[in-house]
């Protein structure tokens, strides 16, 4: 998974707090996806993000939940006044610019919200 | 709304001996799929993909095969070992850059 950083790995957080979750692609992609993985499910998907612009972001919900990939910097996915249902893995994968290729995929950070 | 499905959470099979993971889908859009594998702690990472075009893709001990008729792939490991052991994603795509994941297999190589 090297290419792909995520930060932080684990992150904890009490009711009512902000989570910011970031994410820098691998060098030379400009297509950055995030995913939630709940215990004993399979990814979903949330956001499709190129630099500067939302592209898809039908996966995620409407409240709380906001996502950027401004043009210097990583991406951020910020939940805000978090919940204990918010409690999941995050992934992130970026992709090449042009066609339909394999996404590569970060860790992951594991959000614990107590 | 699962238009990826992996049907078996898990699979056992003898060191040496054939794993074969499926895999069906739902939209008949799709045109390009991909296997994953999941070890505890880290992120997916890519195996083998397959588009609409063909039927068959090999890599080495890893082949995918695609069934468009019935909306179903597999993957097929051969000979199976230890390392093998983790979680397999199957994923979609068809218009647009967005995937759709499987729930995941969870393959036991045991030796």
Redesign the interface.
């Known amino acids: ?1 090297a290419g ?1 950083m ?1 930060n932080p790995r684990h992150l904890v957080r009490r009711r009512g707090q902000e989570a910011r979750l970031r994410c820098s692609p691998m060098k030379g992609h400009s ?1 950055v ?1 995030w ?1 939630r993985q709940l215990p004993e ?5 949330m956001v ?1 993000l190129q630099k500067e612009n939302i ?2 972001e ?1 996966g995620m919900p409407k409240e709380r939940f906001s996502a950027e990939f401004p043009k210097e910097g990583p991406s951020i996915l910020r939940i805000q006044q978090v919940v204990r249902g918010d409690s999941a893995a995050y ?1 992130c ?1 970026s ?1 090449p610019s042009q066609g ?1 290729q ?7 950070t594991r959000l614990s919200i107590l | 709304d699962q238009q990826v499905k992996q049907n078996s959470p898990s699979l056992s099979v003898q060191e040496g001996r054939i794993s074969i993971l499926n895999c069906d889908y739902t939209n008949s859009m799709f045109d390009y799929f991909l296997w994953y594998k999941k070890y505890p702690a880290e992120g997916p990472t890519f195996l083998i993909s397959i588009s609409s075009i063909k039927d068959k893709n090999e890599d080495g001990r890893f082949t995918v095969f695609l069934n468009k008729s019935a909306k179903h792939l597999s993957l097929h490991i051969v000979p199976s070992q230890p390392g093998d052991s983790a979680v397999y994603f199957c994923a979609a795509s068809g218009l647009g850059n967005q995937f759709y994941f499987g729930t995941g297999t969870s393959l036991t190589v045991i030796p």
């Open positions: 998974n792909v995520q297509h996806y995913y499910e399979g990814l979903k998907f499709y592209i898809d039908s992934f994968a992709s339909i394999p996404q590569h995929f970060g860790d992951g």
